[in-house]
């Protein structure tokens, strides 16, 4: 499995863009990425995935370069409901996929 | 619809007992997962059931562990003789099956062990 390397935490305020950096240099070509968000005492939630070039849903984009080593979650004009942790995954498309590595994630802490 | 539900949502529990924690997935998803998560860290994988296959139990620390998934539904986490270091809240999760990579999760079940 794709390690993957992002910050501890960041910091933002709310209205502003925030852009989380995911490392995954190991990627290998059948796998895809892929971003749960996990607010206090909530189970984590599916985001966002993708596997090249750009993926916009009503949540979030996803831009991931064309070596795919690392991608970048984006969220416009955060709010305050939006701190949270985030995690990046690389996961295995079309195949059993049983041990997820959730990692610690990137906990983002928005403020007024 | 209905999403995945866990009970109880607390259990204290004095060290040395047996835990029954409890999982309802999503019906009609083929994929189940029990992690385990303390404060402050990640996710830990604790095991995986897919359809009838043999589950994937590579990720439970010891022997107390273990689990089941009764008829491809409900699935119940069995920890035996608790341990402080067993405190955690377990999360269970579901996905419709092979090549879907999105988990739906239950709200945890937060374990206290005395």
């Known amino acids: 499995l794709a390690k993957t390397t992002q910050p501890i935490s960041m910091d933002s305020y709310e209205g502003q863009e925030v852009n989380i950096t995911c490392s995954h240099n190991?990627?290998?070509?059948?796998?895809?990425i892929t971003w749960y968000q996990q607010f206090p005492s909530q189970g984590p939630r599916f985001i966002i995935q993708g596997y090249k070039t750009k993926v916009t849903n009503e949540v979030a984009s996803l831009f991931i370069p064309a070596d795919r080593k690392s991608s970048t979650l984006s969220l416009p004009r955060v709010s305050l409901s939006d701190t949270a942790v985030y995690y990046c995954l690389v996961l295995l498309y079309g195949g059993s996929q049983g041990n997820l590595i959730f990692g610690k994630g990137t906990k983002l802490s928005v403020k007024p | 619809g209905a999403g995945v539900s866990q009970s109880p949502s607390n259990k204290v529990t004095e060290k040395g007992k047996d835990v029954e924690l409890r999982c309802d997935p999503i019906?009609?998803?083929?994929?189940l997962y029990w992690y385990r998560q303390s404060l402050g860290q990640g996710l830990e994988f604790l095991i995986y059931?897919?359809?009838?296959?043999?589950?994937?139990k590579s990720g439970l620390p010891s022997d107390r562990f273990s689990a089941e998934r009764t008829g491809g539904s409900v699935s119940t986490l069995t920890i035996q003789r608790t341990q402080q270091e067993d405190s955690a809240v377990y999360l269970c999760?579901?996905?419709?099956?092979?090549?879907?990579?999105?988990?739906?999760f239950g709200p945890g079940t937060r374990l206290t062990v005395t």
């Open positions: 059931f897919q359809g009838n296959s043999a589950p994937d």
């Open positions: 019906s009609g998803h083929t994929a």
């Open positions: 999760a579901s996905s419709p099956g092979r090549g879907s990579y999105e988990q739906y």
């Open positions: 190991n990627i290998a070509t059948n796998d895809y």
